[in-house]
């Protein structure tokens, strides 16, 4: 999760660069989304590793 989460924020960072507005907007929500996944994820698996 977290590696795609980079990626989908190098192609925002790269599209914004470009000029492309709505592209680097939609690849920022994706990659937020992305990333907000891999902390709930990785939180579950801390605490049921403590468990």
Same mark, same amino acid.
């Given at each position: 999760?977290?590696?795609?989460? %980079?990626?989908?924020?190098?192609?925002?960072?790269?599209?914004? =660069?470009?000029?492309?507005?709505?592209?680097? &907007?939609? /690849?920022?929500? %994706?990659?937020?989304?992305?990333?907000?996944?891999?902390?709930? =994820?990785?939180?579950?698996?801390?605490?049921? &590793?403590? /468990?």
């Amino acid at each position: 999760m977290l590696k795609w989460a %980079i990626i989908f924020l190098i192609i925002a960072l790269v599209a914004a =660069l470009l000029g492309f507005g709505g592209l680097a &907007g939609a /690849a920022t929500n %994706i990659a937020y989304v992305l990333f907000i996944v891999f902390l709930v =994820l990785a939180v579950i698996a801390f605490v049921r &590793g403590r /468990a």
